[in-house]
């Protein structure tokens, strides 16, 4: 039951994703320069993933596997091959860059917090300064510094939560779409972000990922400090309150109002918080097995459904949500006939590699012979072929007026946009200039 | 017309805490978070001491071994010169909760049974045979096999959860689920208890006295179940 893994798959799409993305944003001439904006954001979020992403693949490829948590909690360390090293400094740039971007989009979507061009450039410096002291400060200073990071998913965290809050009560008591819109838009915000952290609720309010967690500690050659386990703490903590209050917004409205595909994905995801704790729970033993200095081999099982759930959320759900987001509140406009092309294309892209992921996903739980899924995948793509004028119609077709109109936010002028895309390219020169000079120093 | 402010954010402020109930449903949400965070920070800092004492090598256990003896009855009537074999159902339904089987000792005993004062004891013979029921046949401290040719009682043993002598232990580890993890461990002495009494019954040296040709034998299977129990 061995598995591909799904980062070059997330590599390539965030690629293509990304630049699809940032070209409609300078397309769109007729949408608001906030949400022009807002497109940019996404566009580098993906530019920023796919790098991510890349690196990832390489080091799993040609030198050994790093996971996500090792990066988000600084678990990493340098060990003199220059190639794999410089591999880990782009992923540790790269992380710190989406995190403050995180917090930005936090600050512009579905509402901007500020206006005016002071604001607008304010947050443009915030993102340059972060993104030029935090990767240096974590390369000199230890690896451990960049879990500290996980501050700002708290703060986005509970930002969007009381977003989502204020949306659902708003709906509630006024019945006007412009509030489910603005939580709807939160809610995909938070699964973006926070989604793979939210299934393992359960372990988190069990005390198990700690328990998880022995198996971490075991390996570092001397105690964490309090400060870094209050760090790693957090990721979690916010993880697992997030969900219960989507949890409860949903299943609130859904009994007001219906089911609604957010609810639905909302409920899943809360549903494999069961699933991680029960795998949590049978795999104490391999988990103290660490402490021997000898760790059990988890079982196969195990790793396929990580894969299942952790891989999912954060290779394939990722990109399919931004698009929803981008498609659904028109971040992009997808009315123009100058983006009609762009706009199939990216539907298409990920519908189609969303298809040959799950396909994948399948022959990993069935083994059923490739010509079958090669078939039923060639049946998929004539599919999207056949019907996509009336595929990209029904994605286009489902933005309402108050999801339109929800995502609001003050001017920036085109000077300033073509600056934030200009300042993007150079951050992520610095990043990657960076860590090359670092792996090579041997710091 | 007025001239729009460069920067402003207590408007953007002020919109997102219009909301009264919102506000407080948030309020309530940090104010979990925050004591979530500290309680479970606490435990993963306790831990991470509990990690660091293992691996300086600090943290100390003993096991010690509730008992509970599980007795099984029987006896035999073996004609000179013949085997019989009796089975004895060895199941989970014997044991309390948390128990596990630890070893099985079986007696036999018998007298003379012709009554007559100048008539020696039978030989007895007797065997655990090994077949499929789960436990350590190949043990050094099994007793398998016995015999009796003056009517004292015949002690057979065998083993059957591994490394349990009965005797409390020590041994380091993180917290009591891993110490106790090799005292944990299902199906061990499950399975059919088979043996095999063989008698060849002594004519009495006394001319014109009866002789008997049969023996009874007593068994008695005295089965060890076992609650292990850790503490530092």
Known sequence: MAQESLAPVAAITNLILGIITILMSNRSDNQTSHKRFSALLIGWTFILLSIYNFAETLLDQYYSFVAPTEIDFGLVSLDGIKGRDTLVLIQFGTDAALNIIMLVMALHIPKDMGTGSSWNSMVILVITLYCIIIPALIFLGGFKFAAFQLLLWVVVGIYWTHRYIRGIIGEHKTGEEQYRSESKASAVLLLIWLGWQMIWWLSAFSFLNNEWFVSVLTQLDAPPTNLWLIAVNLGWSIGAVTICALLVGEAFRTSKRGLSPISIIVFVVFFLGFANWIQDKLLLDAYYSCIEGNCAPESSIFELVNYLTSGVLIYLLKPLLFVYLMVQFQIIDTTSERNRNLTRMMILLILLIISSSVIELIQSLIPIPQMISGSILAIGIVFFIGWEEKITESFIGNANIADIDSIQGDGFNDQMLRNTSLLMSFIILYIIALAVIFANAGV | MTDKPSFEISSGIAELLDEPIANKITAGIVA??????????????????????????????????????????????????????????????????????????????????????????????????????????????????????????????????????????????????????????????????????????TTSPIPFSPNDNEEEVNITIEIVTFKAIAQQ
């Open chain 2, 32 to 201: 979990f978070f925050l004591v979530f965070v500290t309680i479970n920070t606490f435990d993963l800092v306790s831990n991470s001491d509990n990690v660091r004492s293992i691996v300086d090598g600090d943290n100390y256990w003993t096991i010690s071994f509730d008992e509970q003896i599980i007795t099984l009855t029987d006896s035999v009537i073996v004609a000179d010169g013949d085997t019989e074999i009796r089975a004895f159902t060895i199941d989970e339904t014997l044991l309390d909760d948390g128990y596990r089987f630890g070893g099985i000792s079986v007696t036999l005993t018998y007298t003379e049974t012709s009554g007559w004062p100048g008539d020696p004891p039978d030989s007895v013979f007797a065997n655990l045979i090994q077949n499929d029921l789960n436990a350590q046949w190949q043990d050094d401290n099994n007793s398998l096999s016995g015999s009796s040719n003056d009517g004292s009682q015949i002690d057979l043993d065998l083993r059957a959860y591994p490394g349990y002598d009965g005797q409390q232990t020590n041994t380091t580890g993180y917290n009591e689920i891993q110490v106790l993890e090799n005292w944990i461990m299902d199906d061990f002495g499950i399975g059919e208890l088979e043996l095999e009494i063989t008698v060849e019954t």
